[in-house]
T-cell receptor, first 111, second 113 residues
Framework: QKEVEQNSGPLSVPEGAIASLNCTYSDRGSQSFFWYRQYSGKSPELIMFIYSNGDKEDGRFTAQLNKASQYVSLLIRDSQPSDSATYLCAVNDNYGQNFVFGPGTRLSVLP | EAGVAQSPRYKIIEKRQSVAFWCNPISGHATLYWYQQILGQGPKLLIQFQNNGVVDDSQLPKDRFSAERLKGVDSTLKIQPAKLEDSAVYLC???????????FGPGTRLTVL
């Protein structure tokens, strides 16, 4: 059974700080990695995706991937109260199949 | 560009009744996904279609759940008969084949009494 693990939180950070969200996955065949944000009562929305080892930056968000360690993370710089949400990590294989979501980490940004 | 459409948004039924959900993906998206999200958990993939063929239905409880995607566009997911543990939000998502970033609809909140 392929698994994706995340710390359920809540992770609390002060406004303006860097929030660091972590995700590990069990399937070494995983090739694509996604971060989604889900506000309470809403559906997930894509923040960013990463396919290659290293860092990928998009605005205040940076995704980091280390396939050898089977680890992907999301950094949120200059955290805002509007970033308070659940962050879902998702992975799939090279064929765009076997899509698995983690349980999500609840982030709370304190004003 | 219109997003993923789902209906109904809410449904309340009694156990052993049947229910159906409808999804219309983003135009041009070949791949369609149905997920079940139980409160406090991440979405669980039930079935993945590419055009009108099934790519992955390994976690679909086939004794009570069925799904179809006629003509490779919109899709329906049916539960018959429903159980209490089916209470969840049912999410539909769509993507291109490449890249396969998924875009989600608003979901259908199902309550089974």
């Amino acid at each position: 059974q392929k698994e994706v693990e995340q710390n359920s939180g809540p992770l609390s950070v002060p406004e303006g700080a860097i929030a660091s969200l972590n995700c590990t996955y069990s399937d070494r065949g995983s090739q694509s990695f996604f971060w989604y944000r889900q506000y309470s009562g809403k559906s997930p929305e894509l923040i960013m995706f990463i396919y290659s080892n290293g860092d990928k930056e998009d605005g205040r968000f940076t995704a980091q991937l280390n396939k050898a360690s089977q680890y992907v993370s999301l950094l949120i710089r200059d955290s805002q109260p509007s970033d308070s949400a659940t962050y879902l990590c998702a992975v799939n294989d090279n064929y765009g199949q076997n899509f698995v979501f983690g349980p999500g980490t609840r982030l709370s940004v304190l004003p | 560009e219109a997003g993923v459409a789902q209906s109904p948004r809410y449904k309340i039924i009694e156990k052993r009744q049947s229910v159906a959900f409808w999804c219309n993906p983003i135009s041009g998206h070949a791949t369609l996904y149905w997920y079940q999200q139980i409160l406090g958990q991440g979405p669980k993939l039930l079935i993945q279609f590419q055009n009108n063929g099934v790519v992955d239905d390994s976690q679909l409880p086939k004794d009570r759940f069925s799904a179809e995607r006629l003509k490779g566009v919109d899709s329906t997911l049916k539960i018959q008969p429903a159980k209490l543990e089916d209470s969840a939000v049912y999410l539909c998502a769509s993507s291109k084949i490449v890249p396969n970033e998924q875009f989600f609809g608003p979901g259908t909140r199902l309550t089974v009494l």
